[in-house]
């Protein structure tokens, strides 16, 4: 049984052409201090209290307890029946649905999904419905004074311990594997839920608040007064409300994803990594969280004290910014498994417990056709990614700063996009495979 | 308060103690007739002029690429790491064991018995770009990454 980068996958990509690299890092630095020296001088999106509303009656769908209930209850089911396959059915990785479900259809599949129709996570998440029917347990939860001030950070450690078993973790192919960890993190995750209060799930649950991220640069968002609406996907980034937390929880998307993109180069499969065990992954994840950590933390606050504001509230103010440069690492590392291994999902789903015979949507004969999408597309969407990625993080960042003081200069702004160029040079880096 | 969280871990670990017991009793019966190459050997042939992967020993007169590893106590030498190989090339891989195991090749998801001392051999045109990795299935040790592009 092998274990690549990313929990299951039958391959990986090739290093990008040295020339996609060297343009996409001039095109990165270029537009960086263009964005600083030419741009805007005033803040020019709309604030939290922007966009266009949808119909009342739209609203009310969607807001309304039987729309949200049937989700959840369609996501119970879906989540019961992927237990039931990674216990009871076949043992072999490349032929259980389990695993593909979780590491490559879901977590891969939730980042489109949240980009293109807002926090899905969020309205169907399954353990809502399952807090729902047992919190007459506890008819008040005793946590639910605290839960506020933890803001995002149950949900960063959460998601660090998610992306410790998708790529860090031996075993984490193993149906097993996947039927014990969806378990146990319902059972934790209601359990928290019960002495926190239902708002838990929002601040608490990885999975969710990941969702939400990813849908602060959808077009779908919540004006202050409640309504939903359309608007700039940039004024919904903008409008992230500061938790504390939210810093932490971007940089374990961002740290965790390069150490995706590391532990594929040769460096570290014949440096650092060669034992390819538990202690040389578990310290490459750590370092990377702390590298992105620790740069995001230098970037925010000198570029505070520049401008003389006060460095502690520098990087959850800025935390929104970089939410475009995760996704652009995140799309860029996930990209080609979902479209390729991804379709081993839908041909498993034929016969989800391999039993002789079956085959519910005639798709279990088929072969995952790994040249569905050309080695040349895939390096294209990953550096358009990491590039896109770019630009729109230094344009949040840019009016991120004008909003905190409407005479910002321009070189007060240079260490937080110092980080930002550094961090995209390393994630082509990273690409390119040293 | 603190009685909660202690009750609460405890069941966690019953549970996953629970899942994982019950996890093995019910799929170790089915490990042992069929393996994934064999299954998806017989679902090949619908889709082999995609990739047309020739599994035969039958050694072609052209050589192409030529990949040798030898497996000794575990530790894998000769031909590994990254092994570039252009797309299209023929490849011819040979694996020589001291140990029986399977050889397996990723994406191409072609593989080989391995019997102590005898060289394994896996022949096919690299028509599919990618990274892959040569593994043996029962140890698990990774002998090479074959770079397709």
């Known amino acids: 049984m092998i274990v690549l980068a990313h929990g299951v996958g039958s391959r990986t990509d090739l290093p990008i052409p040295i020339g996609f690299a060297l343009y996409g890092a001039g095109a990165a630095i270029l537009v960086s201090f263009a964005v600083l020296v030419l741009f805007w001088r005033t803040p020019r999106l709309g604030g939290s209290g922007s966009g266009r509303p949808l119909p009342g009656g739209v609203q009310r769908l969607l807001d309304g307890a039987p729309f949200r209930r049937g989700l959840q209850a369609a996501a119970l089911a879906v989540a019961a029946l992927v237990v039931a396959v990674a216990l009871w059915g076949p043992a072999d990785t490349d032929r259980n649905l389990a695993p593909w479900v979780l590491y490559v259809t879901f977590w891969a599949g939730l980042v489109p999904l949240s980009l293109l129709v807002g926090p899905v996570a969020r309205l169907a998440n399954p353990l809502r419905l399952l807090h729902r029917g047992l919190r007459g347990l506890v008819p008040r939860a005793p946590g639910v004074a605290r839960l506020p001030a933890l803001g995002l950070w149950p949900a960063a450690a959460s998601l660090l311990v998610f992306v410790w078993l998708e790529l860090v973790y031996p075993g984490r192919a193993e149906p097993v594997t996947v039927a014990v960890f969806l378990i146990g993190y319902a059972v934790v995750q209601v359990g928290l839920a019960l002495w926190f209060g239902e708002d838990w799930f929002a601040q608490g649950d990885g999975f969710e608040a990941y969702s939400t991220l990813i849908a602060r640069l959808s077009p779908w968002g919540r004006r202050d007064d409640g309504r939903l609406v359309l608007r700039n996907p940039l004024a919904n980034a903008i409008a992230t409300p500061p938790s504390p937390g939210l810093a932490p929880l971007v940089v374990v998307l961002l740290g965790s994803t390069a150490f995706d993109g590391l532990s594929r180069t040769v460096f570290w499969q014949t440096g650092p990594g060669a034992a390819n065990d538990t202690l040389s992954g578990t310290l490459g994840l750590l370092a990377m969280v702390a590298i992105v950590a620790v740069l995001y933390a230098l970037g925010t606050r000198l570029s505070g004290r520049m401008a003389g504001q006060d460095p502690a509230v520098q990087p959850a103010r800025y935390a929104a910014t970089v939410i475009p440069i995760a996704l652009g690492y995140t799309v860029a590392h996930y990209f080609s498994l979902l479209a390729l291994d991804g379709q081993t999902t839908w041909i498993l789903i034929s016969n989800p417990f391999g039993i002789d015979g079956v085959d519910l949507f005639g798709t279990y004969g088929n072969r995952v056709d790994l040249t569905a999408v050309s080695s040349d597309a895939i390096a294209l969407v990953q550096v358009g990614a990491i590039i896109v990625g770019h630009v729109i993080g230094v344009t949040l960042a840019h009016e991120r700063a004008l909003l905190s003081a409407r005479r910002a200069r321009a070189s007060d702004q240079l260490p937080l996009v110092v980080v930002m160029v550094l961090f995209t040079l390393g994630g082509l880096g990273l690409l390119f495979g040293f | ?149």
Do not use: K, N, W
Request: glycine share 12%; with cysteine; aromatic share 2%.
């Open chain 2, 1 to 149: 308060m603190s009685f909660r969280p202690a009750r609460l871990r405890a069941a966690l670990i019953g549970l996953a103690l629970a899942t994982v017991v019950t996890g093995c009793a019910g799929t170790d019966p089915e490990a042992a007739p069929g393996s994934s190459s064999s299954g998806s050997a017989s679902s090949s042939a619908s889709s082999a002029a995609s990739s047309a992967p020739a599994t035969s020993a039958t050694p072609a007169a052209p050589a192409g690429q030529r990949i040798e590893v030898t497996v000794t106590g575990g530790q894998a030498s000769g031909d590994t790491g990254r092994v570039p190989v252009p797309v299209g090339e023929h490849v011819v891989l040979v694996v020589t064991s001291d140990a029986p195991d399977e050889l397996h090749v990723h994406g191409y998801d072609l593989g080989a018995d391995l019997v102590p001392g005898t060289p394994a051999t896996i022949e096919f045109d690299a028509t599919i770009p990618g990274v892959f990795e040569v593994e043996l299935h029962d140890a698990g040790t990774q002998l090479l990454s074959l770079q397709v592009g």
